[in-house]
């Protein structure tokens, strides 16, 4: 499962939960029966880096309410003795805090 599978899965069941709005967009979903309903889709959600990226600040004071189980891509390093060569860098499981956006403002 993707990162981006991970975090759409834990959008959907925090908007059941109450904990995330809707943002008025519409989607199309199937299910494991193969029927097809329109549901609202649920707020984004981003790490701190990730609403960083996208031109918001975390605002001061706010803690993270959503932590997630996602994957982490190590970059890969070079071999010390042999320049040549790759260290493996493989993926790991890490836990992953995201803010809502109501916990960030524009800068």
């Not at 834990?10 to 029927?35: P, Q």
């Amino acid at each position: 499962m993707t990162n981006q599978m991970i975090i759409d899965n834990a959008r959907f069941a925090l908007m059941e939960k109450g904990l995330l709005k809707g943002s008025g967009r519409i989607v199309s979903v199937t299910d494991a029966a193969g029927n097809v309903r329109d549901i609202e889709e649920p707020e984004e959600i981003h790490t701190f880096e990730g609403w960083k990226a996208r031109g918001f600040a975390v605002n001061r004071g706010e803690h993270s309410d959503i932590a997630l189980w996602i994957w982490k891509y190590p970059k890969a390093k070079k071999d010390p003795e042999d320049g040549d060569a790759i260290i493996d860098s493989r993926p790991f499981m890490t836990k992953g805090y995201f803010f809502r956006p109501d916990q960030v403002h524009a800068l």
